[in-house]
Nanobody
Framework: MQLVESGGGLVQAGGSLRLSCAAS????????MGWFRQAPGKEREFVAA????????YYGDSVKGRFPISRDNAKNTVYLQMNSLKPEDTAVYYC?????????????????WGQGTQVIVSS
């Protein structure tokens, strides 16, 4: 499966961005999808995940209530709507796919990864 993220960029604190991750090469609907981020000098951090149907979502504590995750299986795409952005949200954001329905926060449980998209939030 190939994953391509888009939608990153520079935004002021308090603003919004929507990240997209387009998948190809496998049956998208068989995969749970996740978003992770990594800031310079820090470990990769779980952001959000969604099961294959879109009915169950799971969020990291730092983004809960601000970054809803969604998916469109007809378009083979998963989204991360980022609202009320803070400077500490600055990171490279990665999309990942995990075969099976369960939503998990452990990076090693995911089978495929995108190249990442940079998000910079200015104060």
């Amino acid at each position: 499966m190939q994953l391509v993220e888009s939608g990153g960029g520079l935004v002021q604190a308090g603003g919004s961005l929507r990240l997209s991750c387009a998948a190809s090469g496998r049956t998208f609907g068989r995969y749970a999808m996740g978003w992770f981020r990594q800031a310079p000098g820090k470990e990769r951090e779980f952001v959000a995940a969604i099961d294959w149907s879109g009915s169950n979502q799971y969020y990291g504590d730092s983004v809960k209530g601000r970054f809803p995750i969604s998916r469109d299986n007809a378009k083979n795409t998963v989204y991360l709507q980022m609202n009320s952005l803070k400077p500490e949200d600055t990171a490279v954001y990665y999309c990942a796919a995990k075969l099976g329905s369960n939503v998990v926060s452990t990076p090693t449980r995911y089978d495929y990864w995108g190249q990442g998209t940079q998000v910079i939030v200015s104060s």
